[in-house]
């Protein structure tokens, strides 16, 4: 599910398009999070806030301490995604300005964009759509087509006919000639 959703997830990153600034447009707040963190449009739980001094030993380990200008403004969270399988798929979610604690469920922002791609953070706003949409449905999606009508059979006879003509509305013989 992870791979899916990576994949997913830089797709939504390649085509975000919109800033920063924008990003924090109608939405509950900046979070940082893991690339394969990143589920865009869905729903999470908070878990657990981690305390200061977890907060800086990940910040250390991860090599994300020079990230920012003052870690002791950010908050650490153990996030849950549940996609319903056996186990949810945990996350760390930091952020400096949303409002969350311990069993707070929030929805992932579409708007993410990589904060920094060697560490692979990606920053979103809660709730936020990549489109500023606040209220929209998120479009109906594509019906895929109706696959075609097959063609027309050709002309296996090789006699350069076209069935068409040849069939009038019936369409001809399909090709059925030629041994």
């Given at each position: ?62 090599g994300a301490a020079d990230e ?97 003509s040849a069939g009038g509305d ?10």
């Amino acid at each position: 599910m992870k791979k899916g959703a990576l994949t997913a997830g830089a797709v939504a990153l390649g085509t975000a398009g919109a800033g920063t600034a924008a990003a924090q447009d109608g939405g509950d707040g900046e979070v940082i999070v893991h690339a394969d963190d990143y589920f865009p449009g869905a729903g999470f739980t908070v878990a657990a806030a981690l305390n200061n001094q977890t907060r800086d030993d990940l910040l250390e380990e991860t090599g994300a301490a020079d990230e920012f200008d003052s870690p002791d403004d950010w908050d650490a969270y153990i996030i849950t995604y549940d996609f319903g399988g056996t186990s949810p798929s945990m996350g760390i979610l930091m952020t400096e300005e949303a409002d969350i604690s311990q069993g707070d469920s929030e929805t992932m922002g579409t708007d993410g964009q990589f904060r920094n791609t060697e560490l692979a953070m990606v920053e979103a706003t809660l709730g936020a759509t990549g489109n500023s949409a606040e209220d929209g449905d998120g479009g109906d999606g594509d019906d895929g087509g109706d696959g075609g009508d097959g063609g027309d059979g050709g002309d296996t006879a090789g006699n350069g006919a076209d069935n068409d003509s040849a069939g009038g509305d019936g369409g001809g013989g399909g090709g059925a000639g030629g041994n």
